[in-house]
């Protein structure tokens, strides 16, 4: 059974810094893996897309990885701002169905 | 640009009662998705349909169905509620039929239900 787990559950850093959220998924038979954010009671905002077969995708100041043999993917998020506080969550859709299972996501506080 | 729509936005029922979740997909999108997230939870994956056939299943309860129409809109009927059915329910919309970029979810923001 797929299973995602997001590592920090939690991250609060200064305004301006780089950081990196990690996803690690227990079967590498995925075809794709999706990052998104989501706002305290609000939607959810897909940010990036990665096909099995693609190593990383970037849009603006993120950019996503992904190491399918291993089960790993990370979002780094460049000169991070106060606007990027939110909780990040990584899902993958299976190669057998057209699911998403998450993770349980890692908050972001990004201080001014 | 259209975004997947969801009514109603906020919903309160009494327990036994019974809830409709509707969803109106993107334009030309073919197949729509329904999540359940808990409070403090990552949102787990009910059901999916695509043109109009129900695609896949996932942990949803034999108490809810749902069915996607010919317009492509898609309801989610939720019978006798139990207080544990408090959740956000999200809806997806993608467009598979284009190929691979068209595997991407596009959530709309969700119908919080709250049963008392």
């Known amino acids: 059974k797929q299973e995602v787990t997001q590592i920090p559950a939690a991250l609060s850093v200064p305004e301006g810094e780089n950081l990196v959220l990690n996803c690690s998924f227990t079967d590498s038979a995925i075809y794709n893996l999706q990052w998104f954010r989501q706002d305290p009671g609000k939607g959810l905002t897909s940010l990036l897309l990665i096909q099995s077969s693609q190593r990383e995708q970037t849009s603006g100041r993120l950019n996503a990885s992904l190491d399918k043999s291993s089960g790993r993917s990370t979002l780094y998020i460049a000169a991070s701002q106060p606007g990027d506080s939110a909780t990040y969550l990584c899902a993958v859709r299976p190669d057998s169905n057209y699911q998403l299972i998450w993770g349980a996501g890692t908050k972001l506080i990004i201080k001014p | 640009a259209a975004g997947v729509i969801q009514s109603p936005r906020h919903l309160i029922k009494e327990k036994r009662e019974t809830a409709t979740l509707k969803c109106y997909p993107i334009p030309r999108h073919d197949t729509v998705y329904w999540y359940q997230q808990g409070p403090g939870q990552d949102p787990q994956f009910l059901i999916s349909f695509y043109e109009k056939m129900q695609s896949d299943k996932g942990s949803i309860p034999d108490r809810f169905s749902a069915q996607q129409f010919s317009d492509y809109h898609s309801e989610l009927n939720m019978s006798s509620l139990e207080l544990g059915d408090s959740a956000l329910y999200f809806c997806?919309?993608?467009?598979?039929?284009?190929?691979?970029?068209?595997?991407?979810?596009?959530f709309g923001p969700g119908t919080r239900l709250t049963v008392l």
């Open positions: 997806a919309s993608s467009f598979l039929a284009s190929g691979v970029r068209g595997d991407t979810q596009y």
